[in-house]
């Protein structure tokens, strides 16, 4: 079956850097996206990791390991802006079709 | 570009009552998808098109939903008749191959 788990709330300080973990079970798989929501409001992209290995944008990094179906968003310097859920979702393969997970809560508190 | 353009921004609707959700995908982009979000099930693919033709509808939920996309920059998303569990953010979202999607900013449908 498919299946994506991640943490469903996550608190951080401003400044400080926090890591989002995404494990991921699917059917097929092409890569991984990463999206940032805010409340209210639609979904918008971060990142697409293919291979292996880290990626660095920014302040965001994502990180994705297929052998192990694990994949994190590394968050730096953070900001009262990031507050938001973030949001996994492996390309499974057929017609793009991506699985969401539910999504991880961060607030980030001054 | 403006971006996905979605309408209604929310529809309130008595039950049994028809919906019609519309979508104007980002011009170029050739893939266009409908998702419905709620807090307990999170982001669902209900339909996608490529090229104007539905590739995957498993996802739409029964006979009550159709979607249709007649040209590239125009789709429907119905709901023939509402049911108050069908209450949710219904976004559509559009892409060109394999890159990322980007979002309308949804509709906000409540059935009362």
């Known amino acids: 079956g498919q299946n994506i788990d991640q943490p469903t709330e996550m608190t951080a300080t401003e400044g400080a850097i926090v890591q989002i973990n995404c494990t991921y079970q699917?059917?097929?798989?092409?890569?991984l996206f990463w999206y940032q929501q805010h409340a209210g409001e639609a979904p918008t992209f971060l990142s697409y990791?293919?291979l292996d290995g880290l990626e660095e944008k920014g302040r965001f990094s994502s990180f994705l390991s297929r052998s192990k179906g694990y994949s994190y968003l590394l968050l730096k310097e953070l900001q009262m802006k990031d507050s938001a859920s973030y949001l996994c979702a492996p390309d499974a393969g057929n017609n793009r079709k991506l699985i969401w997970g539910l999504g991880t809560s961060l607030a980030v508190n001054p | 570009d403006a971006g996905v353009i979605q309408s209604p921004r929310h529809e309130v609707t008595e039950m049994g009552q028809e919906v019609t959700l519309r979508c104007k995908p980002i011009s170029g982009h050739n893939s266009l998808f409908w998702y419905r979000q709620t807090m307990m099930r999170g982001l669902e693919l209900l339909i996608y098109?490529?090229?104007?033709?539905?590739?995957?509808d498993s996802g739409m939920p029964e006979d009550r939903f159709s979607a249709k996309m007649p040209n590239a920059s125009f789709s429907t998303l119905k709901i023939q008749p509402s049911e108050p569990r069908d209450s949710a953010v219904y976004f559509c979202?559009?892409?060109?191959?394999?890159?990322?999607?980007?979002f309308g900013q949804g509709t906000r449908l409540t059935v009362v």
């Open positions: 979202a559009s892409g060109q191959g394999v890159t990322e999607a980007f």
């Open positions: 990791n293919v």
């Open positions: 098109f490529n090229n104007n033709v539905p590739i995957d």
């Open positions: 699917t059917s097929g798989f092409n890569g």
